[in-house]
């Protein structure tokens, strides 16, 4: 593996993730699971409390200069050169039904002089699965798999959109571009509603071509940005600005990026 100058930072990552792991394993089908709805409708429950809170004090306590965004408990970021993005369950609905496709996604942003933000680090950890993926920048990306050794990982290089694989989540929030989601499924070889995290780690693999959301946040996307470029692939919205930052996501294996941007356009 390389010597990237982040690989300190890779590796404070990967021990947040295991704490992490601790908590949501011991409250993964646990039958007192607490769960709320919060005011923008979706779920939350004790374990992404608890899992963010953790997180948030073990930065605190190893990296009180930098900064933290987190999903469940808002941001200390404005005045940071560097700053952590938390997403302590990504899939809650899955973790509440005891649907092992679920992860902790912790990423690292880091501001360069000209005030430009780019991720660096970024760890997926699934421990339902048995799975997590990292990568910071320079270093290449990498999967885990019951704790064996790291296997390097790359996309794949499928060249037309007729023999790509596409995997998404859902139907909603295209809105008007629901038209053009479905015709460019229609013209994809196969199409799977993987969801959420799992989608872009299987384009970083390779064993998908394509993966796309219509919504997301920011500490839905820092950690697979990093994972997917390092793999050799590409991050953006789908509207095809790169990076983590424009309220959509799309991952692809970089040779279909173009396409797919003009087809959902």
């Known amino acids: 593996m390389s010597t990237s100058a982040y690989l300190d930072d890779l590796a404070f990552a990967h021990r947040l993730a295991d704490i ?16 709320s709805t919060k005011p923008d409708n979706t779920p939350v429950t004790d374990a992404d409390r608890s899992t963010e809170q953790a997180i948030t004090a073990a930065i605190a306590k ?6 933290i965004v987190g999903e469940e408990f ?14 302590p369950i990504d899939g809650t609905k899955n973790f509440m039904r005891g649907v092992p496709t679920w992860a ?3 990423g690292l942003v880091e501001r360069s002089s000209d005030e430009k933000e780019s991720v660096v680090v970024g760890v997926v950890s699934a421990p339902a699965l048995s799975r997590r993926w990292f990568a910071s920048k320079g270093s290449g990306a990498y999967v885990t798999f019951a704790n064996s050794a790291p296997k390097k990982i790359s996309v794949s290089k499928v060249n037309s959109i007729s023999n790509s694989s596409i995997a998404y989540s859902d139907f909603m929030g295209w809105n008007e571009k629901l038209s053009s989601f479905r015709k460019l499924l229609d013209n994809a070889w196969r199409t799977r509603g993987y969801g959420d995290f799992w ?11 394509v993966a796309i959301e219509p919504s997301l946040a920011l500490w839905d996307m820092a ?7 390092e793999a050799g692939g590409e991050f953006s919205g789908t509207n095809g600005i790169s990076g983590p930052f424009q309220k959509s996501g799309l991952s692809t294996n970089g040779i279909l990026h173009t396409k797919i941007v003009e087809a959902l356009s």
């Open 20 to 35: 992490a792991d601790a908590i949501t394993l011991d409250r993964y089908q646990a039958q007192d699971l607490a769960i």
């Open 62 to 67: 190893e990296r009180a200069q930098d900064g």
């Open 74 to 87: 808002g941001n200390s970021k404005e005045s940071a050169q560097r700053y952590w993005v938390i997403d």
């Open 104 to 106: 902790t996604l912790i």
């Open 199 to 209: 989608s872009h780690m299987l384009v970083a693999e390779g064993a998908v071509d």
């Open 223 to 229: 950690a697979l940005d990093v994972i997917v470029r």
